[in-house]
């Protein structure tokens, strides 16, 4: 009798590396990029069709849940500029010690929160 059975497959499988969850962001990131860039599209059709329609909207951006929404993608905004200069660095071989990747993993999220605190604040 083996005391060393495998793992189950979804044990075994499926272990999160903070390398593939930061690949993972920065795809997920880019598809909420896309989908921000189409609302901020019907945001200006809506300003450019008049003043009743930018009533309506004026009313709509007063709401908590649209400040949050423009909060995230703000840090989007930001995740996904750092990460992609990272990625950068990889492309010329630069910066691919493990250790460097982790580090730099912790900064792309330090860094994209300050920023995001930092244009918050401004406003």
Known sequence: ????????????????VLTAVFSIFHR??????????????????IVALGPAYYSIF??????????IFLFLWTL??????????????????????LGTVYKSGYAVIILSILSTLVVWASV
């Open 1 to 16: 009798m083996s005391l060393h059975r495998p793992l189950s497959p979804h044990l075994s499988i499926h272990k999160k």
């Open 28 to 45: 997920f990131t880019g598809i909420c990029l896309s989908l921000g860039i189409i609302l901020l599209s019907i945001w200006i059709m």
């Open 58 to 67: 004026e009313a709509l951006s007063s709401l908590i849940i649209f400040k």
């Open 76 to 97: 989007t905004i930001f995740y996904h500029l750092y990460n992609g200069i990272r990625y950068l660095f990889w492309s010329y071989g630069k910066m691919m010690e």
